[in-house]
């Protein structure tokens, strides 16, 4: 049992909802998966040793058999449609963006359409109708019309804009990586708080999920870390149970 009292305060929260006969729901996405690599299948072996669920976002225009091939076996690891090649549209000054107003409708949609059906065809039995924009972005005009090209849900970080109506909202809410600092690993404690933030400002309500986000390429030491140390804290302590993104939608 790991002692460090950086994740006191989450086994607090947690016996917190045991002792109110309550479990909250973790599940777990990782981005930009196009190819096998030793990071991939770093991120599936600790998916095995946990039996956590993990969603898989592929970029479709990028894989292919080699992934699909490494994922076959995978009974924790589900995929979703990334998008189409991670390109991005934003002009100059604009926040990165494939899935923006910057393009026709028809075009973006027709991407899209064809990015599921390949992603369907490739990973088959593990492929999910959930669509991960890239960089979490997608314009408003967009969700009316993902239903019409075969996606039952949207996964983008935080509430943003799947809790518009249109389509129902897989989220994530805590990212492991330090995008404007470092890249790298965010602080342990900073990341243990947020989570701990998420269970209370849950506690009362009906909607006990929240997703953690990874990108396997970019994981540095510290990232596999706390990887580790959040499975083994949540399957020692209980008071929670890791989801599959099946299972929410």
């Not at 604009?94 to 899935?99: A, H, N």
């Not at 129902?168 to 600092?181: E, F, K, S």
């Not at 540095?220 to 083994?232: G, M, N, Q, T």
Request: hydrophobic share 45%; glycine share 8%; charged share 25%.
């Amino acid at each position: 049992m790991i002692k460090d009292a950086v994740w006191q305060p989450l086994r607090d929260e947690l016996s917190r909802w045991i002792n109110a006969s309550r479990s909250v729901q973790f599940w777990l996405r990782d981005d930009d998966a196009v190819e096998p690599s030793d990071a991939l299948n770093r991120l599936l072996m600790l998916s095995n040793e946990y039996e956590v669920p993990v969603l898989l976002a592929v970029i479709p225009s990028l894989a292919g058999a080699p992934l699909a091939d490494m994922l076959k076996p995978e009974r924790f690891a589900a995929v979703a449609t990334h998008g189409w090649s991670h390109e991005n549209h934003a002009g100059k000054g604009e926040k990165k963006q494939e899935l923006g107003d910057h393009r026709l409708l028809k075009v973006v949609l027709h991407e899209l359409d064809e990015g599921r059906r390949r992603i369907a065809k490739l990973f088959t039995k593990q492929a999910l109708p959930i669509l991960v924009p890239p960089w979490n972005r997608i314009d408003s005009s967009l969700l009316p019309h993902l239903n019409s090209v075969g996606f039952a849900a949207l996964s983008v970080f935080g509430k943003g804009s799947a809790d518009q109506g249109h389509i129902p909202a897989v989220n994530t809410h805590i990212d492991l990586i330090d995008w404007h600092g470092t890249r790298g690993c965010r602080d342990h404690n900073e990341l243990v708080a947020e989570i701990v933030m998420e269970m209370r400002g849950r506690f009362e309500g009906d909607d006990s999920t929240i997703g953690i986000l990874g990108h396997h390429l970019v994981h540095d030491e510290s990232a596999w870390i706390f990887l580790k140390r959040l499975f083994e804290i949540t399957t020692e302590t209980g008071g929670c149970r890791w989801v599959s993104a099946a299972e929410l939608i």
